[in-house]
């Protein structure tokens, strides 16, 4: 089982940053490809970003390539989503995924863990 706890959400401006975190516990982080998934309201949820167990390989969704960047740090069980030159559009709630598998994917239902969410809103 693993746990996960999103954090870094928030209001900010068009053009603006903001910096989501997600703290895992429970079995070894490493083992785990990890995923940024979003949902605005009334549409399904999304695919942003995904990270191998190692960082070796990235997946970014051609909308925020070039302004989100996923990294992690599997020392201190943390995935992050750094994002830069947020747009309205970019507003959703924004969840954490952890995926039985060293490489990640797109699809949601891939993964096995999923966080309660952190709102990201941007206005314009």
């Known amino acids: 089982q693993v746990q996960l706890v999103e954090s870094g959400g928030g209001l900010v401006q068009a053009g603006g940053s903001l910096r989501l975190s997600c703290a895992a516990s429970?079995?070894?982080?490493?083992?785990?490809?990890m995923g940024w998934f979003r949902q605005a309201p009334g549409k399904e949820r999304e695919f942003v970003a995904a990270?191998?167990?190692?960082?070796?390989?990235?997946l970014h969704t051609n909308s925020v390539k070039g302004r989100f960047t996923i990294s992690r740090d599997n020392a201190k069980n943390t995935v992050y989503l750094q994002m830069n030159s947020l747009k309205p559009e970019d507003t959703a709630v924004y969840y954490c995924?952890?995926?039985?598998?060293?490489?990640?994917?797109?699809?949601?239902?891939?993964?096995?863990?999923w966080g309660q969410g952190t709102q990201v809103t941007v206005s314009s």
């Open positions: 995924a952890a995926r039985s598998s060293t490489e990640p994917t797109t699809t949601p239902t891939h993964y096995n863990y």
């Open positions: 429970g079995r070894t982080f490493s083992a785990y490809a």
């Open positions: 990270i191998s167990w190692g960082g070796g390989t990235t």
